[in-house]
């Protein structure tokens, strides 16, 4: 009998000290600690649940511990730089959300300024449109016209003209000589709102009769004192009312010469060949 006491004895022992191995491996507790703790509380008053429900429990924590993984013992580093760089993030997005705004309110200013910029010189080109058109029809009236008077900036301009005799129409489905009126009309109503030091025509009076070529003449003088106008004609009337002449002629084959003539008093003061 008292061989199996001892045997018995060494039995609990042993599991004893498994338990405590087991409680140290485990859950860092000694048996001081396991005897200080006090008694667990049950919520509501129930029994303490029996020794099945809170193994399957225990093993139920376990397992999600395990699903867990390792502790990452750097947490907290990695928390604070990525503290940082979403700090450092959120300045950046805020400087960019600030920059869109200014230039947002930059492109609105731009926007109003050139709108009235453009408005101004647009009517003041109209009335002179409309001035230089009578002068050089000898009467009718024309004007121009915005498509989209809501977006000024983005629409198109339609000129509308009507010569002496004939019905408001567009520029379309005027003649050559009348489209090349109303075109000289234009540009020399943009030159009297911004003058330029030079203009350069090509045969822009080839459509024109001579009446015509008159008046358009007529007005070229109104601008020679602020531009300067370099004119390819074959016109003789054009020829004659200019201060000097440029041409190329041809004394032998395959052999060509810039002849210059300079006139003064309408009359031709020198000429002088050039080779090509």
């Known amino acids: 009998k008292r061989n199996g ?3 018995q004895l060494a039995r609990q022992r042993l599991h004893r000290q498994n338990l405590v191995e087991r409680m140290s491996a485990d859950y860092g507790l000694q048996p001081a600690d396991i005897q200080k703790a006090k008694a667990p509380e049950w919520e509501d008053g129930e029994a303490p649940a029996d020794r ?58 731009i926007n109003d300024t050139t709108t009235s910029l453009f408005t101004e010189t647009f009517n003041q080109v109209n009335e002179n449109f409309q001035e230089l058109f009578k002068q ?30 004939k019905k408001l129409q567009t520029v379309s489905l005027l003649s050559g000589g009348e489209r090349t009126l109303t075109a000289v009309a234009l540009l ?7 003058p330029s030091a030079f203009c350069l025509t090509d045969e822009l009076d080839a459509a024109l009769d001579d009446s015509n070529i008159a008046r358009y003449l007529e007005m070229l003088k109104g601008f020679i004192d602020k531009t300067q106008f370099i004119i390819i004609t074959h016109n003789r009337q054009t020829i004659g009312s200019a201060d000097a002449l440029y041409g190329v002629t041809m004394e032998k084959q395959g052999i060509s010469k810039i002849v210059s003539v300079k006139f003064r008093g309408g009359e031709p003061v020198e000429s002088v060949p050039a080779p090509a």
């Open 136 to 165: 050089l029809f000898g009467g009718g009236n024309a004007k121009l016209v915005l498509v989209d008077e809501e977006n000024v900036l983005e629409s198109g301009i339609e000129i509308i003209a009507r010569p002496p005799g």
């Open 52 to 109: 099945e429900a809170l193994e399957t429990l225990v093993a139920e924590i376990r397992t999600k511990l395990q699903s867990m993984g390792p502790v990452n013992l750097v947490a907290i580093e990695e928390h604070q730089e990525l503290e940082e760089r979403f700090a450092f993030l959120s300045q950046q997005n805020d400087d960019l959300v600030n920059a869109k705004q200014q230039l947002l309110d930059l492109i609105r200013k």
């Open 5 to 7: 006491v001892d045997i």
């Open 188 to 194: 020399f109503s943009l030159f009297k709102v911004k």
